[in-house]
């Protein structure tokens, strides 16, 4: 069974026009035990991103609420067993945090974005906002915009200890689910900056190895 009683409230931030999706996250947080409430708000720019994030947040503050979630309407997949979710709980019951993405995405512009790495869990510096938990939440500075989203202002504005967890529980629909493993993947386990020059050299070199690995089935059937 799921248990999400370790945190005193789920929300999900959505737009007003977003009626589908809206059910569509219904659907998928019910089968995984999770009680949803909905911030529906007005959403078309990133200030009002960032201040619909900032509308969640000041309400948990005057709910008197210790740490919550906050997920995103535009979550297009969630694959969470019970048993990572236990896991999961445990560590944040065992560690200092800020921030826990389920929703991870390592930021691979910069080097080390994943550190720390201890059984699959590892401090990040992420740039995703549609699946993450608060704790500490009293203390959550306000956060005006200033031409930042809001998970830039995460990542580089406050000194926040944030953590992820392989493999990702919960995915949105900006990036298939293939292509966000393939990179907290590789930022968990290489963690080279994309635009290093290393990264070019190793991208070369594995050419290099499939073009000799497979020269003779490239010249096979060749007619000089």
């Not at 619909?52 to 995103?72: D, G, P, T, W």
């Not at 549609?130 to 000194?159: E, K, V």
Request: net charge positive; charged share 20%; hydrophobic share 35%.
């Amino acid at each position: 069974m799921y248990d999400w009683g370790y945190f005193d409230q789920i929300y999900c931030i959505s737009n007003t026009r977003n009626y589908t999706k809206r059910t569509e996250v219904r659907y998928m947080t019910r089968k995984i035990g999770m009680k949803v409430e909905f911030n529906i708000s007005r959403i078309t720019t990133k200030k009002e991103i960032l201040q619909a994030h900032m509308n969640v947040i000041n309400e948990a503050k005057s709910k008197k609420y210790e740490r919550i979630i906050i997920l995103e309407d535009n979550i297009s997949k969630i694959d969470i067993s019970e048993k990572s979710l236990q896991n999961i709980v445990n560590f944040l019951k065992e560690n200092e945090w800020n921030l826990f993405y389920f929703g991870s995405l390592p930021d691979t512009r910069i080097d080390k974005s994943c550190s720390n790495k201890n059984n699959k869990f590892y401090k990040t510096r992420n740039i995703a906002r549609h699946a993450y938990a608060i704790n500490n939440i009293q203390n959550t500075p306000d956060m005006g915009y200033t031409g930042f989203p809001i998970q830039q202002l995460y990542r580089d504005g406050m000194s926040l200890i944030s953590y992820g967890y392989l493999p990702v529980q919960f995915y949105n629909e900006k990036y298939p689910s293939f292509i966000t493993d393939v990179i907290t993947m590789y930022a968990y386990y290489i963690g080279i900056n994309i635009h290093h020059p290393i990264y070019y050299i190793l991208i070369v070199m594995i050419i290099y190895y499939y073009i000799m690995k497979n020269k003779d089935g490239l010249l096979e059937g060749t007619d000089f």
